[in-house]
Every structure is written in structure tokens, then in C-alpha cells.
């Protein structure tokens, strides 16, 4: 029973991160590669507070949220002077500097190693320490956050991003404030990115950057393209599909020296089929 817990915890951290990089990618149309950077920045700072005692976890879930909105806008901000493949490049280049940020500064990181022992989180003072009431706490921030997705995608601002993504130059003609739309949408990515890093690390009670380079940004959009973009459900189906692969494979007789490999070129695999055959992934809107 603890096995499929973990695996629900899991799923439910990355539908988090789904949203984020599902509002990024699939509705405003910025195609970001460093929203795993994101995500490590929320996990560590929480690491940070829940060890050295300075907050408790939901304020630590707060502040490292809010440091995230700031994050994402202030790496938003000189990316959208640029736009298509040169913001691919440049969104690429910060998920590379903070993957270096996170191996080498070693008094904030613990470096290559990582920081073990992070604290379980708490309510109000009471630690949840069983996979049961981790499980209830992220169903609870799992449906919170998808309930802000829909309602967003159903508000004029939601509207505003999905004409943006088809004709940005019409919106701006129309008199609308481009810069500001996606500015406010990375912040919104920022702060599900945050969250979702939050209980992540109290859940694994461990984190390295090996959690947050590359490779997790790309299993973001996996996910995102398989699931279905721009579509709450495509958010939900993604992150649970593709965390099962790498349990049907342990039934498979495969050496660990490549099991990581082989998961890496399922993942790769997948996204071409899709591409090729479903577009709109899953769950998505037809394209």
C-alpha cells in the first residue's frame, strides 16, 4: 500500500508542475525549458527552512512560492525580448546555469550530494509522517491547483492567453498589453512550480539537482504533450502515465546500467509518436 501511495504522492506533485509548464507551454505559447530550475528552487528553499527550523511548512511553502513568482518573472522579463527559437536557446541556458548553481554551491545545495534529512511537513505543528496523510495533503493541493487552472481558463485573462498563443501581433493591435499577460502567466507557472518543489522535497525527505536539470524539464513537456496541452486534464493524465512507465519496466528484465537510458528513450519515443500521430495528446484540444 505504501508503494502505490508514493507513486500517487508522486503523480500528484507533477500534475503541479504539469499546470505550470501546461499554462507556459500550452496556453500563452512560451515554450520554456527551465521550469524544472523552478521547481528545484521551491525544493530547496523549503529544504532550507523545514531544517534549520526558521519556518514551518506552509509559511515555507508560502515564501518559496513567492520567491518563484519573482524568479520566473525576473528570467521572463529579458527572455520575451526575444521570441521563438532564440527563446527556446535562452530559456535553455538557465536551466543550465541553475543546474550548475545547484551542483556547486555546496553551503546551500549540499552540492553533488544533495541535502538528506529534510523534515516531514506539518499543519499548524503537526507533522503528517505516514504516506496516508501525505497522500490526502497533496489530493488536496492537487485539486486547489487544478481548480485555479480551470477557473483561470475560463476568466477573461485564460481567453486573453489563448489569443495571444494563436496571434500575438492581433492581440497587441487590439490594444491589449502583451508584455503583461505573459509576465503574469509565468508568475502564475512561478508559484506551481514553487509549490509542487515544496512537497516534493518534504516528501522524499532528500533532493540532489539531479531532480531538477535538463532531463526534468524535458519529462515536463513529456508529459505535458502526452497528457494533452492547454486542457486541465491533459495536466492530470500525463504526469500519471508516465510515472507508471518506470514501474511496468522494473517487470521487465533490463539491467539497471541502462534501465535510465531505456526510460529516457521510452520518454523520447513517446513524444515523437505523439507528435507524429496525436498532436494534441491524450486529453487535448484538437488542433
Known amino acids: 500500500m505504501d508503494f502505490l501511495y508514493s507513486y500517487i504522492i508522486l503523480a500528484e506533485v507533477y500534475v503541479l508542475l504539469g499546470l505550470s509548464t501546461n499554462l507556459l507551454v500550452g496556453i500563452a505559447g512560451i515554450f520554456s525549458v527551465s521550469q524544472a530550475a523552478v521547481?528545484?528552487?521551491?525544493?530547496?528553499?523549503?529544504?532550507?527552512?523545514l531544517m534549520t527550523e526558521t519556518l514551518g511548512f506552509i509559511p515555507a511553502l508560502v515564501v518559496a512560492a513567492a520567491a518563484c513568482i519573482a524568479l520566473n518573472i525576473v528570467v521572463t522579463l529579458p527572455s520575451l525580448r526575444v521570441s521563438g527559437d532564440y527563446f527556446v536557446v535562452t530559456s535553455f541556458g538557465i536551466q543550465l546555469l541553475a543546474t550548475a548553481v545547484f551542483t556547486n554551491w555546496t553551503n546551500a545545495t549540499g552540492g553533488a550530494n544533495g541535502l538528506p534529512g529534510i523534515p516531514p511537513p506539518d499543519l499548524f505543528g503537526l507533522p503528517l509522517e505516514s504516506t496516508g496523510q501525505l497522500v490526502i495533503l497533496c489530493s488536496v493541493a492537487m485539486a486547489i491547483g487544478g481548480l485555479a487552472f480551470w477557473l483561470l481558463m475560463r476568466a477573461p485573462f485564460g481567453r486573453l492567453l489563448r489569443a495571444i498563443r494563436e496571434d500575438e501581433l492581433a492581440v497587441a493591435a487590439a490594444g491589449k498589453n502583451v508584455l503583461r499577460a505573459k509576465v503574469s502567466a509565468?508568475?502564475?507557472?512561478?508559484?506551481?512550480?514553487?509549490?509542487?518543489?515544496?512537497?516534493?522535497?518534504?516528501?522524499?525527505?532528500?533532493?540532489?539537482?539531479?531532480?531538477?536539470?535538463l532531463d526534468a524539464s524535458i519529462l515536463l513537456l513529456t508529459m505535458v504533450v502526452v497528457g494533452g496541452a492547454r486542457t486541465l486534464a491533459g495536466s492530470?493524465?500525463?504526469?500519471?502515465?508516465?510515472?507508471?512507465?518506470?514501474?511496468?519496466?522494473?517487470?521487465?528484465?533490463?539491467?539497471?546500467?541502462?534501465?535510465?537510458?531505456?526510460?529516457?528513450?521510452?520518454?523520447?519515443?513517446?513524444?515523437i509518436l505523439f507528435m507524429l500521430f496525436r498532436p494534441q495528446g491524450l486529453a487535448g484540444e484538437k488542433l
Open 236 to 271: 492530470i493524465l500525463g504526469p500519471f502515465l508516465l510515472l507508471a512507465l518506470p514501474q511496468v519496466l522494473t517487470l521487465v528484465e533490463i539491467p539497471t546500467s541502462i534501465a535510465a537510458a531505456m526510460r529516457q528513450l521510452i520518454y523520447g519515443v513517446l513524444l
Open 39 to 49: 521547481f528545484g528552487v521551491g525544493a530547496y528553499l523549503v529544504a532550507h527552512f
Open 186 to 213: 509565468a508568475a502564475l507557472a512561478g508559484a506551481f512550480a514553487g509549490s509542487a518543489g515544496g512537497f516534493y522535497a518534504t516528501f522524499l525527505s532528500f533532493v540532489d539537482p539531479s531532480s531538477f536539470d
